[in-house]
């Protein structure tokens, strides 16, 4: 083959390679920094980008999403000299990548350390109670120093999480003794709250009880008073009208009085020669003013139908029984 043409082909293959060089693809999400004859040129974003062959160099991809550093646990004594083991979880993202590539060597490293060392000092601060109750105020605390000392290197710390604290295993035995006692102390607590208001609920049930049988008992006395009330106005009222009955059916004092005066004559007409009168006969005349009165007062009554005697009647019967009582005395 002919000098010129192996030359010629030498060329080309030398002019594709330098070509292909030249062209650099960044994905999306990266960056490239770009170098200039040894020295920092620009950074490239996602897209295709052509640099000047062996005059211009594209450094390492910079990943700009946000990346997620689990780090080791690390020896923490607390102010009250306890000592625990603490692992932090960071996320951080890259936003500068001129930074990023030439601010520190080894970022994780570095971000690592720094963690390690920002944590002894928030902690040391802190007692063992406060530490494993403030996570949230330690966690803001780092977030804030660590995103501070990592703006030079191209870095944003967006959030710090402590992951596990582990205190040693005796103080571990402590406090799980110390929550047994208090889940055994808030249980007694609310068992006796549960008796107080069982006792209390069925203090008021007896009380109602009572309540409704004492009104019970009263209701039935007030309805037992009002039958025995309205029977006695019955058994009076039928006492009344017997009493009125036996007043009606009773004779009357004049009825007594002449029937008295018809025994007496009935003794006058007798065969015995001796005859005993009471010792107000001498007062007969009086006793007859008074037949008198009582006939005239029958008189002016209704007649009935008892068939009582009337005025004349009675003036007779009078008039004959004084007269044989008269002749009686004389003999």
Do not use: C
Not at 64 to 77: G, M
Not at 95 to 112: C, F, M, Q, R, S
Not at 137 to 152: F, G, H, Q, S, Y
Not at 225 to 231: D, F, G, R, V, W
């Amino acid at each position: 083959m002919h000098p010129a043409i192996i030359v010629a082909i030498v060329v080309v293959a030398l002019a594709i390679i330098l070509a292909a060089t030249s062209i650099k693809v960044v994905r999306q999400s990266t960056a490239r920094v770009i170098e200039r004859l040894g020295k920092y040129h620009r950074v490239i974003g996602s897209g295709v980008h052509f640099i000047i062959p062996i005059a211009e160099r594209a450094g390492n991809v910079v990943s700009l999403k946000e990346r997620v550093a689990d780090f080791a646990p690390q020896s923490v004594i607390t102010k009250d000299n306890v000592t625990m083991q603490i692992d932090t979880v960071v996320y951080f993202q890259v936003t500068d990548p001129k930074l990023y590539t030439y601010g520190v060597e080894h970022p994780i490293n570095a971000i690592e350390n720094l963690t390690a060392t920002t944590l002894r000092n928030i902690v040391g601060e802190l007692e063992l109670d406060e530490t494993l109750t403030s996570r949230d105020t330690v966690n803001a605390k780092m977030r804030i120093i660590l995103d501070e000392a990592t703006d030079p290197w191209g870095i944003k710390i967006n959030r710090v999480e402590l992951k596990n604290i582990l205190p040693p295993k005796d103080i571990r035995d402590a406090m799980e003794k110390q929550m047994r006692a208090e889940r055994e102390r808030r249980e007694a607590i609310l068992r006796a709250e549960g008796e107080k208001q069982s006792q209390i609920l069925v203090a008021e049930g007896e009380k109602q009880s009572k309540i409704l049988r004492a009104e019970a008992d009263k209701e039935a006395q007030i309805l037992e008073a009002e039958a025995n009330k309205a029977t006695l106005e019955k058994e009076a009222e039928g006492m009344a009208k017997a009493i009125e009955f036996v007043n009606a059916a009773r004779p009357s004092a004049g009825y007594l009085t002449i029937r008295a005066y018809e025994a007496l004559e009935a003794l006058a007409n007798g065969n015995s020669t001796k005859l005993i009168v009471p010792s107000n006969i001498q007062d007969l005349s009086g006793v007859v003013a008074s037949l008198a009165e009582i006939a005239k007062t029958e008189g002016t009554a209704p007649k009935k139908a008892d068939a009582k005697p009337s005025k004349t009647t009675i003036t007779a019967k009078i008039d004959a029984t004084k007269k044989k009582v008269n002749s009686k005395i004389k003999k």
